[in-house]
């Protein structure tokens, strides 16, 4: 199992483009999220998805667009790129409900210029 | 509102210590809490999950506690090694659909050889 994959690794943006950051994973979890890190404020919930279909927001959701086609893909979408979305972004997966352990992916670095 | 809060910020020790590592929260009503590891760079790396009906878990060197009627969970790691250096990041899961973790900042630990 290669588990939580995430594309690309890093990636520069000027203000106002936009972009996908890619996350897949081949352990059949139902629930899949997704967290930025920044320095200070920790991880924050950005979206999240508890089935194929099924989507919902986190904390920190503006800005930001997911869909759900499929159970091994959750792609985030930035719509119009801001300096305040540079941070390093983490997608997550786990078996849906409370008692299930979540695993991470590598990470992408996201600038924003 | 739950916060995670994780004490010490930094650690440095030598080789072949004993040490413990501080969790704290301040809701109790959890369904979980997991111990992660961070490597500068790279993504969250699972050591180990308690539920919360649990009061321990170990993997190897490592034992962590949960004390959920207090709001503490502890880290133990026997004989530390360089290889441990890392940040140590807890978090714990509230109920809720959406499986949300809420994360501590960590703690950075340096083992010198």
């Known amino acids: 199992n290669a588990g939580v994959t995430q594309t690309p690794k890093f990636q520069v943006l000027k203000t106002g483009q936009s972009m996908t950051l890619q996350c897949a994973q081949d352990m059949n979890h139902e629930y899949m999220s997704w967290y930025r890190q920044d320095p200070g404020m920790g991880l924050r919930l950005i979206h999240y998805?508890?089935?194929?279909?099924?989507?919902d927001q986190g904390e920190v959701p503006n800005g930001y667009n997911v869909s759900r086609s499929t159970t091994e893909d959750f792609p985030l979408r930035l719509l119009s790129a801001a300096p305040s979305q540079t941070s390093v972004y983490f997608c997550?997966?786990?078996?849906?409900?409370?008692?299930?352990?979540?695993?991470f992916g590598p990470g992408t670095r996201l600038t924003v210029l | 509102k739950q916060e995670v809060t994780q004490i010490p910020a930094a650690l440095s020790v030598p080789e072949g210590e004993n040490l413990v590592l501080n969790c704290s929260f301040t809701d109790s009503a959890i369904y979980n809490l997991q111990w992660f590891r961070q490597d500068p760079g790279k993504g969250l790396t699972s050591l180990l999950l308690?539920?919360?009906?649990?009061r321990e878990q170990t993997s190897g060197r490592l034992n962590a506690s949960l004390d959920k009627s207090s709001g503490r969970s502890t880290l133990y790691i026997a004989a530390s090694q360089p290889g441990d250096s890392a940040t140590y990041l807890c978090a714990v899961m509230r109920g809720g659909s959406n499986y949300k973790l809420t994360f501590g900042k960590g703690t950075l630990l340096t083992v010198n050889p």
């Open positions: 997550a997966s786990g078996l849906a409900g409370p008692y299930n352990e979540q695993f």
């Open positions: 308690i539920q919360s009906s649990q």
């Open positions: 998805s508890v089935g194929a279909g099924i989507t």
